[in-house]
């Protein structure tokens, strides 16, 4: 942000035969071990030329031991830690779904052999996009390892007309001499602090109830009030109402769209539902699927070719729904104008961007057969462009994007809104797998985490109140739930988690976190938040299931000041930081599954 905080040095280099300059740029930060790498085209020459493939950056290192991390899942099921020795030849990560995707996301680690969390060395690789990448290492015949990463060159091609340039999004390459956390908390400052932008960017983010999963499409406005109010009564600040409110929307088959309020479902409109929680003293927030249209929609039938779509071909459906063409600037300002229209016409201060589907027959009617395969990259850019312009028309909203969950956590999101829905599994279990392989690169300020209902929708297991609270409140908390149906001591825990929850959030939002225990190697997860200037710290445990006769068990900490003496909050005891970093701190040996704990600390001495 300011001119000592960084440099770039560019380096031209020519092909005087084709007449092509190719721009690479190198970025380095004053404070950070980290290297913004990007690939820029010119058409010097009179004749177009085609770009078939334009990746973003292209590192060599000088031998192959290394575990290649990489962060891979489904729905419901994103981003799970993945580690594989390196072998001769080409591995990969990839999407080529339109997306950056559940399945894969636009990022690998190298890892040398014999590190690990805390130590040893790791070189991160972080692409700022969310459509098709291909990220990959190949071991060539003398065990040196090239790292690649950049849009992916599968079914992609650019026409570059004379005189015009071709800039492809930035790899965020991260160096860490302190194994894969030292990698994150890097990724965390730079992406926080300087990735994410806006008013929120270092304000607290409000504790939210979300009424997807307490009503699905099924609510009128006294249940919604219900709902909001029970939730303020606890301490909650933001009320979203999620999918169903527009259109012809009483089901996931129709209104895609159609961004009118339903007015019988909702009388008085959204004006009436917002000012009336806005009285109660809570804010408003809108879920809004901008990118998609639905068959049975009001749009759909007035404008068939907006849809990505091939001439004669069929329009396969997925979730009932068709993608809009964001290549087209049609298309981008009509829904400018609608979701604008919206934003204006209630007291709206959070939206939930959603996108539940990926692409199929990814063609255009606006573009020449010469041109289909820019269809991927040109939607990704109208996309952005839609978003910047919502985003800076309306600069108090709080935006948060999501698809279906977490199909679209990509740094290249989180530039146009701060935080994302991390996964639509909101079971606390799965959770500790989502959340720690998402901290990988993102920081807790990015991941929407909410408490829901037991059993739970996706699994129908059944976990405590204290462990789903734990669990949220370990990223951008809220509930996603009736509170309403709680009994009495329930609603007591909730608006203790709420209290907390606020004291702790600067810490867990603005901090350095620490991964502690793995959930992929064991039966217990355990994370911690330290303050900047490492004075106060939040530590989480989880344990999934009980075990008889169970060892003692020490939680080592880290991150403190071993110079200093720290309150435990909960029992007044005094620890020294160089004591709870090398001796431990005692978990719980409390019968029963799914235990967890959160213990707070704060510097007594000077
Ligand atoms: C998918 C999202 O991830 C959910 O949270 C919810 O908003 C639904 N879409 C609504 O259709």
């Keep these: 942000e300011t001119e000592a905080e960084a440099e770039t040095l560019t380096i031209e280099l020519t092909d005087s035969i084709q007449n092509l300059s190719v721009f690479l740029s190198y970025t380095v930060f004053d404070d950070s071990n980290a290297l913004a790498r990007s690939i820029r085209f010119r058409n010097n020459g009179d004749l177009a030329l085609g770009l078939r493939r334009a990746l973003s950056c292209s590192v060599d290192l000088p031998h192959a031991n290394f575990d290649l991390v990489q962060l891979s899942g489904a729905w419901a099921n994103e981003r799970h830690v993945v580690k594989r020795a390196l072998a001769p030849g080409l591995q990969s990560v990839e999407s080529r779904r339109g997306a950056s995707s559940h399945q894969q996301n636009p990022f690998l680690a ?8 805390d130590t040893g060395q790791a070189y991160g690789f972080s692409l700022v996009y969310s459509g098709n990448f291909l990220a990959q290492a190949e071991v060539d015949q003398f065990s040196c390892t090239r790292v690649s990463m950049g849009i992916n060159p599968f079914e992609f091609a650019w026409r570059l007309e004379s005189g015009e340039s071709f800039q492809a999004p930035e790899a965020i390459m991260v160096y860490s001499g302190e194994g894969l956390g030292g990698m994150s908390r890097t990724y965390h400052r730079l992406y926080r602090t300087r990735l994410c932008r806006g008013h929120y960017r270092d304000r607290v983010r409000p504790v939210l109830i979300n009424n997807w999963e307490a009503t699905y499409f ?3 406005p006294e249940k919604l009030t219900r709902i909001a109010s029970s939730a303020r009564e606890l301490g909650i600040e933001l009320f979203v109402l999620d999918d169903g409110w527009f259109g012809k929307r009483d089901n996931d088959h129709s209104g895609l769209g159609d961004w009118f309020v339903n007015e019988t479902k909702l009388p008085g409109g959204l004006k009436s539902l917002g000012e009336k929680i806005t009285a109660e003293g809570m804010r408003f927030g809108l879920w809004f699927e901008p990118e998609m249209v639905s068959p049975d929609s009001d749009l759909y039938r007035a404008h068939p070719d907006w849809c990505l779509h091939v001439p004669d071909r ?12 964001f290549s087209r600037d049609d298309v981008c300002e009509a829904v400018i104008k609608m979701v604008g229209d919206v934003l204006q016409s209630a007291p709206i201060t959070y939206v939930k961007w959603d996108m539940n589907r990926h692409m199929t027959e990814p063609g255009s009617a606006n573009l020449p057969p010469e041109r289909q395969l820019e269809l991927p990259h040109r939607y990704m850019l109208g996309v952005y462009r839609v978003m910047e312009t919502l985003t800076s028309r309306f600069p108090q909203i709080l935006f948060e994007s999501c698809s279906g969950g977490g199909g679209r956590f990509d740094p290249g999101m989180l530039f146009y ?3 994302t829905w991390t996964s639509d599994d909101t079971d606390a279990v799965c959770r500790l797998k989502i959340q720690y392989g998402t901290s990988l690169v993102y920081p807790a300020s990015t991941m929407g985490a909410h408490v829901s209902a037991v059993p739970n929708h996706q699994l129908g297991r059944i976990t405590s109140l204290e462990m789903r609270g734990h669990v949220a409140m370990s990223g951008n908390f809220g509930y996603e739930m009736d509170l309403s149906t709680l009994d009495d001591s329930e609603k007591e825990l909730v608006a203790e988690q709420v209290r907390t929850y606020r004291e702790i959030a600067p810490l ?9 225990l793995n959930p992929f190697e064991g039966n217990e997860c355990a994370w911690m938040f330290v303050s900047q200037d490492r004075r106060e710290a939040a530590v989480f445990w989880f344990r999934i299931l009980a075990q008889p006769n169970p060892p003692m068990n020490l939680l080592k900490l880290k991150g403190l000041d071993p110079q200093l003496d720290y309150r435990r909050l909960d029992n007044g005891e005094i620890l020294g930081g160089d004591q709870l970093m090398n001796l431990g701190l005692m978990c719980p040996m409390e019968h029963g599954d799914f235990k967890s704990a959160l213990w707070r600390f704060k510097a007594t001495t000077p």
């Design 508 to 516: 867990v939002q603005q901090g350095e976190m620490y991964r502690l």
């Design 218 to 220: 099924n609510f009128n």
């Design 314 to 325: 069929r329009r396969t459906i997925a979730r009932h729904q068709l993608i809009l063409d």
């Design 417 to 419: 809104m701060p935080q």
């Design 110 to 117: 190298l890892l040398e052999t014999g590190a690990g969390e």
